[in-house]
């Protein structure tokens, strides 16, 4: 397969409502689409998951634009890949920016799987046919505005609910919380909002029953993590600080994590969540798919990936209408009593709408 043209979009889609963390409040999702045409004029679609501004990681859609235009598009156009998993290590020699190689790794998937006539999920070794689904809640204005939505998601049927902590809003709301729900599936996610020295704080949360604790310490440790680990009785799951496959390694060896959240975009790639995936399964440590607010085409790839069998716990692959009122996918992605059905037709699954696309195109640019 060769890559004889690539597109690059810059979509703006506004959510139905912000979603706040410790690190501040979104409301508008600024993203790059990408698009990629082979030799017989088919189409594969990745999207880059990073943000307007790098409060996740140090990624933007501008860096990853200028990484695309500048050094992995140029690499990639014209030259002959038999596989995917050989776009990882072409790209290798550029130094990070793993959420801008795993934007066009995801479409050479996208296209390898429609020329073999198989789904992705199929490709990546999956065998789910329907993947468990939970739900990832910002922070509020108020306990009792969490708790009404709470109650919403849980009657919608989301298998687990993710509250987003921070110093202020973590040990008295997670207790409201556990008291209003007694039964359900819990956790939270402090995106780095702590250090070491909060340990009582953290520790004070292992009287809920918590699933995990996600990423509570600095959003590139390992050492401080392990060091918490042995000091609460909650699983600790790292998002933030795990990039590779070898960050997944030393981690599982340091013991900074029981649980390993996989966001593709994050370890640069579907064929790096595989290995780490893999790893983990060797290893006894869960793993589940993140999301990064995502439209319809990453939110594929990430149910593709959730089919494999180590993605043990409920996923943050909220259904479209959670973030849309209307996602740039047909079919949009329908979440059934926490369940999502697989699609199992050649490729991603879904069929991007171009009609939707165009009208949050801010700007694009073709490569030839
Ligand atoms: O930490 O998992 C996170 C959203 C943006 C950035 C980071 C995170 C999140 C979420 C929401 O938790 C995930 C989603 O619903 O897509
Ligand atoms: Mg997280």
Same mark, same amino acid.
């Given at each position: 397969?060769?890559?004889?043209?690539?597109?690059?979009?810059?979509?703006?889609?506004?959510?139905?409502?912000?979603?706040?963390?410790?690190?501040?409040?979104?409301?508008?999702?600024?993203?790059?689409?990408?698009?990629?045409?082979?030799?017989?004029?088919?189409?594969?679609?990745?999207?880059?998951?990073?943000?307007?501004?790098?409060?996740?990681?140090?990624?933007?859609?501008?860096?990853?634009?200028?990484?695309?235009?500048?050094?992995?598009?140029?690499?990639?156009?014209?030259?002959?890949?038999?596989?995917?998993?050989?776009?990882?290590?072409?790209?290798?020699?550029?130094?990070?920016?793993?959420?801008?190689?795993?934007?066009?790794?995801?479409?050479?998937?996208?296209?390898?799987?429609?020329?073999?006539?198989?789904?992705?999920?199929?490709?990546?070794?999956?065998?789910?046919?329907?993947?468990?689904?939970?739900?990832?809640?910002?922070?509020?204005?108020?306990?009792?505005?969490?708790?009404?939505?709470?109650?919403?998601?849980?009657?919608?049927?989301?298998?687990?609910?993710?509250?987003?902590?921070?110093?202020?809003?973590?040990?008295?709301?997670?207790?409201?919380?556990?008291?209003?729900?007694? @039964?359900?599936? !819990?956790?939270? #996610?402090?995106?780095?909002?702590? $250090?070491?020295? &909060?340990? *009582?704080?953290?520790?004070?949360?292992?009287?809920?029953?918590?699933?995990?604790?996600?990423?509570?310490?600095?959003?590139?440790?390992?050492?401080?993590?392990?060091?918490?680990?042995?000091?609460?009785?909650?699983?600790?799951?790292?998002?933030?600080?795990?990039?590779?496959?070898?960050?997944?390694?030393?981690?599982?060896?340091?013991?900074?994590?029981?649980?390993?959240?996989?966001?593709?975009?994050?370890?640069?790639?579907?064929?790096?969540?595989?290995?780490?995936?893999?790893?983990?399964?060797?290893?006894?440590?869960?793993?589940?798919?993140?999301?990064?607010?995502?439209?319809?085409?990453?939110?594929?790839?990430?149910?593709?990936?959730?089919?494999?069998? @180590?993605?043990? !716990?409920?996923? #943050?692959?909220?259904?479209?209408? $959670?973030?849309? &009122?209307? *996602?740039?996918?047909?079919?949009?992605?329908?979440?059934?009593?926490?369940?999502?059905?697989?699609?199992?037709?050649?490729?991603?699954?879904?069929?991007?709408?171009?009609?939707?696309?165009?009208?949050?195109?801010?700007?694009?640019?073709?490569?030839?």
């Amino acid at each position: 397969m060769k890559l004889k043209e690539v597109t690059l979009r810059h979509l703006k889609m506004r959510m139905k409502s912000p979603f706040t963390t410790s690190f501040g409040t979104m409301q508008d999702r600024d993203f790059i689409l990408l698009e990629a045409k082979d030799e017989n004029g088919n189409s594969g679609w990745g999207e880059s998951v990073a943000f307007h501004s790098p409060w996740y990681n140090e990624e933007t859609l501008k860096t990853n634009w200028h990484m695309l235009e500048d050094f992995i598009i140029p690499e990639l156009l014209n030259r002959e890949i038999s596989h995917p998993n050989e776009v990882s290590d072409i790209l290798s020699y550029i130094r990070k920016n793993n959420m801008a190689k795993s934007t066009i790794e995801g479409a050479v998937w996208d296209l390898y799987t429609q020329d073999q006539g198989i789904s992705l999920a199929k490709a990546l070794g999956g065998e789910k046919s329907k993947i468990e689904v939970g739900i990832s809640i910002g922070i509020q204005n108020t306990v009792d505005d969490l708790l009404k939505l709470i109650d919403e998601y849980v009657t919608e049927g989301y298998k687990r609910m993710k509250v987003k902590i921070k110093p202020g809003w973590d040990v008295e709301v997670m207790r409201e919380v556990r008291k209003h729900f007694p @039964n359900v599936s !819990l956790m939270a #996610d402090a995106n780095s909002a702590y $250090r070491l020295e &909060d340990i *009582d704080r953290l520790r004070a949360l292992d009287e809920f029953d918590l699933m995990m604790i996600e990423q509570p310490l600095a959003s590139d440790d390992i050492i401080d993590h392990a060091t918490l680990q042995k000091q609460i009785s909650t699983p600790v799951c790292l998002d933030e600080s795990i990039h590779s496959y070898e960050d997944t390694r030393k981690a599982i060896e340091l013991g900074s994590c029981k649980i390993i959240n996989i966001k593709i975009g994050r370890v640069g790639g579907l064929t790096e969540s595989k290995r780490i995936h893999d790893l983990c399964k060797q290893h006894d440590i869960p793993v589940w798919c993140g999301g990064m607010l995502e439209s319809g085409i990453g939110r594929a790839h990430n149910i593709a990936l959730t089919t494999l069998d @180590n993605f043990i !716990l409920p996923g #943050d692959t909220a259904g479209s209408s $959670r973030y849309w &009122d209307k *996602d740039i996918i047909d079919p949009e992605v329908v979440v059934k009593d926490g369940f999502i059905t697989v699609p199992d037709v050649p490729g991603i699954g879904y069929t991007p709408n171009r009609k939707t696309i165009k009208q949050f195109t801010v700007s694009e640019k073709t490569f030839s």
